[in-house]
């Protein structure tokens, strides 16, 4: 019989793997729909509002489903892992806290406008609309990577207590804001949404014109969502590799279980695929060679710190999750 830790773990994963779907979507979505609008203001094509109508439709059900799901979600942080949301409650509560008023605020107030709002308010209202929505919902993205990031690279908190009365205090509030990894991983997430939200637009767009329905309005809504993808998909190498970067200078550890890498004075592969044995420790599957040293250093020939390192260390290990790096 599964421990109640791992039940625990099965049921987070599924109610956030589903629930991620959709704030992805409404981010790149919303990108997407200030474009169409915009196009309409500026050329006064009916085509342009009938294509933007037909997505603001697809972006509210989205927006429903994410909302929900979300809810689900942050239940479970209380009832799976309440020793934890106890521990981290005073951190990770106060940027939950400020995505819920500074950004879900904005997103779901404007809401309704963008939804109702046609022929009761000016156009240039609805557009000013859009776009509070459309921003609303990457300032919703913005305060969730950074409590996420928080927890990655630590910083601007002390711990008060000990045992199981030890809670994670805040002292600088913008110290935690701010912390290493929290601008990379912001950027890389996204680009991500914009990238999920324009390849929904052009596969609509695409299926429409395959099958030669409404294929003027399918070539512009494709059009729309190729160019948001075009740029993304091009600013997106950039913010990956910084954000794998991160991964490698703070967390050694992480990236090592991650790529399978068990010998630190070898050279890392990158594997495409493979099976790792943990009782033998060694991993097997079609690698690049010296992949994972190239993206690390620069360098195929460059070792890379293996798991090997972490697991022969006695007694607390606390750099393995979070190391600082050394200033020289």
């Known amino acids: 019989m599964p421990s109640v830790e791992i039940l625990s773990r099965i049921q987070f994963a599924f109610t956030i793997a589903f629930h991620y779907i959709y704030p992805p979507l409404s981010i790149g979505l919303g990108v997407c729909l200030v474009i169409m609008e915009g196009l309409y203001l500026r050329t006064g094509i009916k085509m342009y509002e009938d294509i933007t109508r037909f997505w603001i439709k697809i ?36 940027a939950l806290a400020a995505e819920g008023i500074f950004a879900f605020a904005l997103e779901s107030g404007f809401l309704g406008i963008l939804l109702f709002g046609w022929n009761r308010v000016s156009k240039g209202v609805h557009f000013f ?32 207590g000990e045992g199981l009365q030890a809670r994670a205090v805040i002292t600088d509030f913008w110290e935690m804001v701010f912390n290493p990894s929290s601008a990379d991983r912001f950027s890389h997430v996204i680009l991500g949404s914009f990238l999920a939200g324009s390849f929904l637009v052009m596969s609509v767009g695409a299926w429409y014109i395959v099958r030669n329905r409404f294929v003027e309005p399918a070539k512009a809504m494709f059009k729309v969502g190729l160019s948001v993808a075009v740029i993304a998909a091009l600013a997106q190498l950039f913010t990956g590799h910084r954000s794998a970067h991160y991964v490698s200078q703070y967390q050694p550890a992480k990236l090592a279980a991650m790529e399978g890498h068990w010998d630190s004075a070898a050279v890392a592969p990158m594997y495409l695929f493979g099976w790792v044995n943990n009782e033998k420790g060694t991993t097997t599957g079609l690698a690049v060679p010296g992949g994972l040293s190239f993206l690390t250093h620069g360098s195929f020939n460059t070792p890379v710190t293996g798991l090997n390192a972490f697991l022969k260390r006695k007694g607390p290990q606390p750099s393995i999750l979070y190391s600082r790096p050394t200033i020289s």
């Open 129 to 160: 609309s859009t776009i509070m929505v459309a921003l609303g919902s990457i300032f919703s993205a913005l305060w969730i990577v950074i409590a996420n990031s928080w927890q990655q690279t630590p910083t601007g908190y002390v711990i008060e």
């Open 59 to 94: 972006f509210a059900l989205i927006f429903g489903i994410g909302v929900a799901t979300g809810i689900v979600m942050e239940f479970e942080f209380g009832t799976n892992w309440a020793t934890y949301s106890r521990y981290v409650g005073d951190i990770f509560g106060s």
